[in-house]
């Protein structure tokens, strides 16, 4: 696996990210301006609780299905098990909330939003395997296209709705749309692939269960302490603040896409190297050395021109987002240092006491918010961050003996 081939699919997977984000971020100005920062509050604060739905699916993490790809050639039979596993779990979690918000909650609009997004996700969740089957083949370009395709749509018809000021709830309508559009050309491109269909019974679905769990739970305590914030704002702060806070966390969102692509495109090597510690060691420096340049550019250019950009896109009311921004962007260095931490720890053990890590900078972070926020208001919630982040990524790693190989690598 040459590493040609990665840096063509850590492109091709970086125009997916951008085109998702330009249009998130064109349709976000849009309502934002259009509406007042309380709705568009209510709005982010839908996403942020959906945002648990997909590491819900990691439970079948993405990691372990690629390694159980990489080992056997049944790549359809372990295909077939997976989804139907996601879209159960998925389905399961749209019913139960709308149970909820039926007989105890009722249905408002942060409900109808939330519900709306739970919807999104689970359609989502049939074409899900077959995205990461694509980049274990590093062949993110075909996924790639039809995302592009299914992302502009969404974009285009959600501005038009946004134009005649439809509510929005027809902006996540087309969304849904969107998605539903995206999973039959997947779909329809994977299954013209395949030729022949034999489904056997083995324990692939349990051990993949078994050997992710650790992961999951790692990842569910990032994504709880990384989405947190939001809810913990318009709770003690209101939805105004949440709005004020999620473009700050939009043009963040923008600043990190790239971590989440190298990692991806990144993994299938290391899995191929783990077994040559010299050059698994000079691989895993080299990235490392690259996120590293590369944040600290990212993060020069947030200082520099994040207040001129706000100030001309969104209306004053919004505009207080760039100091949280220019805050915020100091945790990029932390996510650059320890961008391949779980992937190295999965490769060579030590995600039970990585996920105690996680664990654990999550109640810090729960904590710290609690005491932060009612005095330095958003600014509390992004030290509160930074703090867990710290902890998550350096501090708990580093002492802790089983932990530690990962930087004991990068500074040998």
């Known amino acids: 696996m040459r590493d040609i081939n990665i840096y063509k699919n850590m492109l091709w997977l970086f125009l997916d990210k951008v085109v998702i984000v330009l249009v998130q971020f064109t349709i976000s100005v849009k309502i934002a301006n259009e509406y007042s920062s309380e709705l568009y509050g209510k709005y982010a604060y839908a996403i942020s609780i959906c945002a648990f739905v ?7 993490n993405n990691k372990i299905i690629k390694k159980k790809f990489s080992k056997g050639k049944d790549h359809i039979n372990q295909l077939f098990k997976f989804t139907f596993f996601r879209i159960a779990i998925s389905f399961i979690i749209v019913v139960i909330y709308y149970l909820y918000t039926y007989y105890l909650n009722g249905f408002d609009k942060l409900n109808i939003y939330i519900l709306l997004f739970l919807i999104n996700a689970f359609i989502l969740s049939i074409s899900s395997v077959i995205e990461v089957f694509y980049e274990f083949k590093l062949l993110s370009s075909l996924t790639v296209k039809i995302s592009v395709i299914s992302n502009l749509f969404v974009g285009v018809f959600q501005y038009i709705i946004l134009s005649l000021s439809y509510s929005l709830k027809s902006i996540i309508i087309i969304t849904i749309l969107g998605s539903i559009l995206r999973v039959i050309l997947l779909s329809r491109k994977y299954f013209k692939s395949v ?3 034999k489904l056997t019974r083995d324990k692939t679905l349990i051990n993949t269960l078994n050997e992710g769990k650790y992961l999951w739970l790692a990842t569910l305590s990032f994504i709880i302490y990384s989405q947190l914030d939001k809810l913990m704002i318009g709770e003690m702060l209101g939805m105004s603040s949440v709005g004020v806070y999620q473009v700050a966390d939009r043009f ?3 600043g990190i896409i790239w971590i ?3 990692k991806n495109s990144i993994f299938p090597k290391m899995i191929l190297l783990q077994n040559n510690k010299i ?3 000079n691989y895993i420096k080299k990235k490392v050395k690259y996120a590293l340049l590369f944040s600290f550019v990212i993060i020069v250019g947030v200082f520099l021109f994040s207040s001129f950009v706000i100030e001309n896109v969104y209306s004053s009311e919004f505009w207080e987002a760039s100091k949280y921004l220019k805050l915020k962007s100091i945790n990029i260095i932390i996510l650059a240092i320890g961008i391949l931490k ?5 490769l060579f053990g030590g995600t039970r006491e990585n996920t105690i890590v996680i664990f654990t900078s999550c ?3 729960i904590i710290l918010n609690f005491i932060l926020i009612p005095i330095y208001h958003i600014y509390g919630a992004i030290i509160a961050t930074i703090c867990s982040q710290f902890y998550s990524t350096i501090l708990g790693t580093t002492l802790n003996k089983k932990l530690n190989s990962y930087y004991l690598l990068l500074l040998k």
């Open 363 to 365: 109640i810090i972070n």
């Open 54 to 60: 997909p590491v819900i699916l990691e439970v079948l």
């Open 342 to 346: 779980v992937e190295h720890l999965s």
């Open 260 to 262: 989440g692509i190298a």
């Open 252 to 254: 963040y969102a923008l």
């Open 279 to 281: 050059e698994y060691k």
């Open 195 to 197: 030729e022949d269909i």
